[in-house]
């Protein structure tokens, strides 16, 4: 059910923003941000094992009697003895830390961020602050029926002999970037989905 | 004469010395020096771009408003030295003005010379950090708590609040300070961190030239008038790759809202873990909090550890490394981002447009000691 409320709302957030894409004056174009919840648990990996965890807090056990002391820990990480410590012992073992975890792991609620662009090579060229004659002629050849198109050598020789080295060299550089983001290779248009932080404890 | 001056001026110099590091030496009893009517610090009125309708970044808690009397406390506070244990240490000794209240050393070091793990933080627009956590691994939930912790840490500062409040409730002038600012002269630990926090709420930013030009600007976006070419595209690329995370919500204070993975920790399980150590969540081995890119011109070097030297290696870091970390991805889902060169120099000089010289040299934020 949440799931489907998340899909919602970002459906409704994207077509807020084609809405708010199709109200802006051509010249106030700008990037979106398209910002989703990300599930937690969709990257696999070692490093994310509850195991991992308890290897870390035990790796400060100096003398090696499989419990980390208050004084074994660094400074920022003592308070973790006293919400954790369940006999009293003044340590941490390993069911204890096992336990701490299981306290905390409730995922906070975090967003993630994407940031794309609307006007795909367009965007590219604006960022480029050429002159404005050849900053007319650029837009020019790379406007066509698809917006976010990759440069292919045709358009990536045009380019070359319209612009400087160091011009032509960023815009590569930036339609590359371009072209590595899956969501604007694809054209969506992106909106804006709230996150809420977690507040303090 | 040259030999007969040695001698006494030797002498003198050793007294000196000594009266300096003695904890009952006069440096550690001299009076601050504070202007007649207390500097403003309550109500100052920041530009429209930094107070957006509808949203509210204030972290200011309702028991703590921040007030000119309260703040003046703060300062004298945060500069200090008695509240460490030897009377060598102040809040500003790792968290110095000219460099926007960071540490400009790569590792901060404690009241006996001791290295700590990480750098202090810049204290840059704290107050509209709206998650309210604190310190790098964000381990402190509150700002009132969390400035007393330096004060009692072993490595830095060394002391015992109690201590604290029996060495200045015995100084007139704290009486006097306390009284203006909570009504009653008695000096206590709570007040204490309520006047330190207002002190670090009341460090705000707001009068670089990014902020005199975004005054005349319809946009974040559009170019800005007192703006270099290179500028405007060095803001322009921050936009485009760098805004999501630093101006989500278009937030001008500059923040990342949240900790992020950026890659620091690598494949090393051994390394600070950041966030993680503190909430023992596995995904968030890694994540760090960020400060505020205002001011970041004057914060090198960069990261928890000051690892990155320069701007320019920090950029580098994004750009160009391959990162290792199995835990990157949950907050920052970027490739390097491979800028040119031309590129880079841009982004640095958008960067610098956010130096803010007169918060850096503010005279309501500096050492009343100071004679």
Same mark, same amino acid.
């Given at each position: ?201 | ?198 002190? &670090?709420?009341? $460090?705000?930013?707001?009068? !670089? ?5 975004? %005054?005349?600007?319809? +946009?974040?976006? @559009? ?110 889902? &970027?490739?390097? $981002?491979?800028?040119?060169? !031309? ?5 640095? %000089?958008?960067?610098? +447009?956010?130096? @803010? ?15």
């Amino acid at each position: 059910m949440r799931s489907v409320t998340r899909t919602m709302l970002t459906t409704g957030a994207m077509l807020m923003g084609v809405v708010a894409v199709a109200a802006q004056p051509p010249q106030g174009v700008r990037p979106a941000v398209l910002i989703t919840e990300m599930p937690v648990a969709s990257v696999p990996g070692p490093a994310r094992s509850p195991q991992a965890v308890i290897d870390r807090v035990l790796s400060f056990d100096a003398n090696a009697d499989h419990r980390v002391s208050r004084d074994e820990l660094p400074e920022r990480m003592q308070g973790l003895v006293a919400r954790g410590d369940r006999n009293a012992d003044a340590a941490l073992d390993s069911d204890e830390i096992r336990a701490l975890m299981k306290a905390g792991s409730t995922p906070p609620t975090r967003v993630s961020f994407r940031s794309q662009s609307m006007e795909g090579l367009r965007g590219v060229v604006s960022d480029l602050r050429l002159p404005q004659a050849k900053h007319v002629r650029a837009l020019v050849l790379v406007s066509g029926p698809v917006v976010n198109r990759v440069p292919d050598s045709a358009l990536l020789g045009e380019m070359k002999a319209l612009l400087d080295d160091e011009e032509y060299e960023n815009f590569v550089a930036a339609a590359t970037r371009l072209s590595r983001n899956p969501q604007i290779r694809g054209g969506v248009v992106g909106g804006i989905v709230k996150g809420e932080f977690r507040r303090p404890e | 004469m040259t030999r007969i001056l040695c001698g006494p001026l030797l002498v003198l110099s050793f007294a000196l010395t000594a009266a300096a590091l003695s904890p009952s030496g006069p440096a550690a009893r001299r009076t601050p020096n504070l202007p007649a009517t207390p500097y403003r610090y309550a109500n100052v009125a920041l530009p429209a771009h930094l107070t957006p309708p509808g949203q509210n970044l204030d972290n200011t808690p309702a028991d703590n408003p921040l007030t000119d009397d309260g703040a003046t406390l703060g300062r004298v506070l945060f500069y200090d030295k008695r509240l460490s244990a030897n009377n060598t240490t102040s809040c500003a000794s790792c968290h110095v003005q000219a460099h926007a209240f960071a540490d400009p050393k790569p590792v901060s070091r404690g009241f006996h010379g001791a290295l700590t793990d990480r750098r202090a933080m810049p204290l840059v627009n704290v107050r509209y950090y709206q998650r309210a956590r604190f310190f790098w691994d964000e381990r402190a939930g509150n700002l009132e708590d969390m400035v007393l912790l330096p004060i009692q840490s072993r490595i830095e500062m060394g002391q015992d609040l109690k201590q604290v409040v029996d060495t200045l409730g015995r100084d007139k002038t704290y009486e006097v300070l306390f009284k203006r600012a909570f009504g009653a002269p008695q000096v206590t630990e709570p007040q204490i961190g309520k006047a330190l926090a207002q002190f &670090v709420r009341s $460090l705000v930013s707001y009068r !670089s030239r990014y902020d005199d030009g975004r %005054a005349r600007a319809r +946009t974040a976006h @559009d170019d800005f008038d007192n703006f270099t070419l290179q500028e405007n595209r060095g803001k322009a690329l921050f936009m485009r790759n760098c805004s999501a995370c630093h101006m989500k919500d278009g937030n001008e204070h500059f923040f990342v809202p949240t900790p992020a993975n950026t890659g620091l920790r690598g494949n090393d399980p051994s390394a600070d873990g950041g966030v993680g150590d503190v909430t023992l969540r596995p995904m968030e081995l890694g994540s760090f909090k960020s400060p505020s890119l205002r001011n970041v011109e004057v914060t090198a070097p960069y990261g928890h550890d000051g690892r990155f030297a320069s701007l320019d290696k920090l950029i580098d870091h994004y750009s160009d490394n391959a990162i290792l970390d199995p835990n990157l991805g949950y907050m920052v889902p &970027v490739g390097p $981002l491979k800028f040119t060169t !031309s590129e880079k120099a841009a982004l640095i %000089a958008f960067l610098k +447009t956010l130096t @803010d010289r007169t918060f850096l040299t503010d005279p309501r934020f500096s050492n009343p000691f100071v004679e």
